[in-house]
């Protein structure tokens, strides 16, 4: 289907693998790398750029019907960690992918009758998480926010807002990214809208051995604005 021309065909297959992927947890990702590899094609200019349009559109269109349909059939919290391990292989393969399931671990592990599944999760979700995090002074205040304050992590959830308590449906939490920057290779800061802020706020991400883990969540456990009685 590509022309011999195409000297980054790294992008192709990255894009390949994810369209074929049973939950592309985010399309725009996707066509952004489509568009850097076309754009390093050996074609005229005037080629190139009617190459570029042509596919985003296709892609974008088809990726984003995809992603919506996945993300419906899709509403559950992983019951083990076997379910989990499954799904990471999927949705890791982007940084928002990656970014979703830290949020699952951190709603299962507030939970008490699931809080060892998520305490593994976060464990294998976070790039240097240490096996004593919550005995470590260290992360000290990310594990009391996690315990004591939820409204920060469902403020995330799309829908949740001061006004009606941070209600949110954990088991489908949608995140909304508003974009993502390149901080160093292989390394991604995602940004992400919360309910309770007036800015949205980074989680940096780091591939390693292909899939994505993440590496900086420090502005994920913020205080928000206090909900609404």
Not at 142 to 157: A, L
Request: proline share 4%.
């Amino acid at each position: 289907m590509w022309q011999d021309g195409l000297e980054n065909r790294k992008s192709f297959d990255f894009l390949a693998l994810n369209m074929n992927n049973e939950r592309p947890t985010n399309w725009f990702w996707l066509c952004r790398r489509a568009r850097r590899a076309l754009l390093n094609c050996h074609l005229t200019k005037e080629a190139r750029m009617k190459s570029v349009s042509r596919f985003i559109a296709i892609a974008c269109a088809g990726l984003f019907m995809a992603s919506a349909f996945a993300t419906t059939a899709m509403a559950k919290l992983p019951s083990s960690m076997e379910e989990y391990k499954a799904r990471y292989e999927k949705e890791a393969k982007t940084p928002e992918g990656a970014a979703k399931l830290w949020f699952e671990a951190v709603f299962l592990y507030q939970n008490a009758e699931t809080k060892s599944l998520g305490r593994k999760m976060l464990l294998d979700i976070m790039k240097s998480l240490p096996d004593d995090f919550d005995r470590n002074s260290g992360y000290a205040k990310m594990v009391e926010r996690i315990k004591n304050n939820p409204e920060i992590f469902r403020s995330f959830c799309a829908g949740s807002s001061p006004s009606n308590g941070y209600k949110a449906d954990i088991e489908n939490c949608e995140l909304t990214v508003t974009s993502t920057r390149e901080e160093a290779e292989n390394t991604f800061a995602v940004f992400l809208k919360s309910s309770g802020a007036d800015s949205p706020r980074p989680m940096k991400l780091t591939q390693v051995d292909g899939l994505w883990k993440a590496s900086s969540v420090s502005s994920l456990y913020l205080q928000v604005q206090p909900a609404k009685k």
